[in-house]
Each structure stands twice: as C-alpha cells, then as structure tokens.
C-alpha cells in the first residue's frame, strides 16, 4: 500500500518541478524567485576610462601591459595586436561588454580602437 503512494508523490513532484521552466523564443528561461540573490557577473579585464586616457603613441608594449593588465586575447597570427574584452551582467540585469584592441608597430604602441577612446569622457 505504501509503495503507490510514493511513486505517486515522485511523479507529481516531478511534474510540478518540470512547470517551473518555462519556454520562450529564445529557448527555456528558468522562473526568477523571489528575494533570492543574484551575483554580479565580471568577466574579461576591467577597461576604464581613466586607463585608457593614460595610453600615448610610442609607449612600450610593457608600459602598456602596466595599464591595461595582461590581454585577454593576443592574437596567434599578429603579434602587433591586443585585444581587451570586459563584460559584466549585474544580477539578474542586462549584460554590458567593453572592447578595446591596441595596435603596436615596432613593439610601440601604434593605435587604439574601441568602444573606449584616449581623450573621451563617456
């Protein structure tokens, strides 16, 4: 007698476990509870303003490296390119993401392009 009443209890929890998920256009998104946490999430190397202003044509690959941190991306086939990639999603918001690549010619800093400029106040 008490065996039905488990595979019953097993099969209702899992039913009612699977009708938390529910499916949109772009796949499944999980039910949000209620004052549970969510984290920051930072991924890549912090790009700022102020680290960027500090970048001068001319400067060595090390100056460089002392500002802006170890790339996240060097590129295998030019070794004259850096390229910086910060993202962050605050919890439960929408994702933002920083580029950054700098040129180098003759192992001096050449040019930057990105979402951030030298000289550029946001």
Known sequence: MQKPLVYTAAILSAALLAGCASSTNSGSKLISFPGAYKIDIQQGNVITQEMVDQLKPGMTRNQVQ?????????DTFDKDR???????????????????????ENDRL?????????????
């Not at 850096?82 to 040129?103: C, E, N």
């Open 110 to 122: 050449s040019s930057v392009r990105g979402d951030l400029k030298p000289g550029e106040t946001p």
């Open 82 to 104: 850096w390229d910086f990639v910060y993202s962050i999603q605050p919890g439960g918001g929408k994702r933002t993401q920083k580029t950054l690549t700098i040129f180098f």
């Open 66 to 74: 002392y500002i802006m941190g170890t790339p996240l991306l060097e």
